[in-house]
């Protein structure tokens, strides 16, 4: 069964730094293109980055307004991937889901592509607060 | 690219056919996804590739459009279904979501 378990979230102070993990299983993270997405208390669905395969180098990707404060890695022989967060914020206080893209073959292009997310983890909640 | 769903909110009864609208602020070709959430639960995937329907998803569900305008339609509504919904566009980076619809028993 492929499942996904998110760990690391708590209470942190304006301007700490965390970890969060997750664990994989039942698929291989080395092929897996993987993303987090996170949701503000009673709001919608932010993406916050992905991080690509081993076989583009595990290149990563960040919406813009967290770029140089997030950051992706992964330990593909562990099938764990992290999401490091620093400078938190108030407005950082979010449910944090980790997510897998899904690989299908794109019939409009004849490539392989990365699409939508399936399945996700039960998420960690992360509060930033004095 | 920003995805813009109408309506927000939507009340309903069980067995009505509701319709929730994804308009996209550039052409995403078929690159759109639309995903259930319930309340303290991970968003599950409905509908892919804009009309794909997910292994398992009931038949009641289903996705159409095309580059900038997109629908999910419920043929009759069921009480599980009862929920919030997102679109979600992959075709270009960053990656967005609408804002959500929640739609509410009436």
């Known amino acids: 069964e492929v499942q996904l378990v998110e760990s690391g979230g708590g209470l942190v102070q304006p301007g700490g730094s965390l970890r969060l993990s997750c664990a994989v299983s039942?698929?291989?993270?080395?092929?897996?293109?993987m993303d987090w997405v996170r949701q503000a208390p009673g709001k919608g669905l932010e993406w916050v980055g992905r991080s690509r395969n081993r076989v583009t180098s595990h290149a990563t990707e960040y919406a813009a307004s967290l770029k140089g404060r997030f950051t992706i890695s992964r330990d593909d022989s562990n099938n764990a991937l992290f999401l490091h967060m620093n400078s938190l914020k108030t407005e950082d206080t979010a449910v944090y889901y980790c997510s897998r893209a899904v690989k299908y073959n794109d019939l409009l292009t004849g490539y392989y592509n990365w699409g939508w997310f399936d399945p996700w983890g039960q998420g960690t909640l992360v509060t930033v607060s004095s | 690219i920003q995805l813009t769903q109408s309506p927000s909110f939507l009340s309903a009864s069980v067995g009505d056919r509701v319709t929730i609208t994804c308009r996209a602020s550039q052409d995403i070709s078929s690159y759109l996804a639309w995903y259930q959430q319930k309340p303290g639960k991970a968003p599950k995937v409905l509908i892919y590739s804009a009309s794909t329907l997910q292994s398992a998803v009931p038949s009641r569900f289903s996705g159409s459009g095309s580059g900038t305008e997109f629908t999910l339609t419920i043929s009759s509504l069921q009480p599980e279904d009862f929920a919030t919904y997102y679109c979600?566009?992959?075709?270009?980076?960053?990656?967005?979501f609408g804002q959500g619809t929640r739609l509410e028993i009436k």
């Open positions: 039942g698929f291989s993270l080395i092929d897996h293109y």
């Open positions: 979600q566009q992959v075709n270009f980076y960053p990656i967005t």
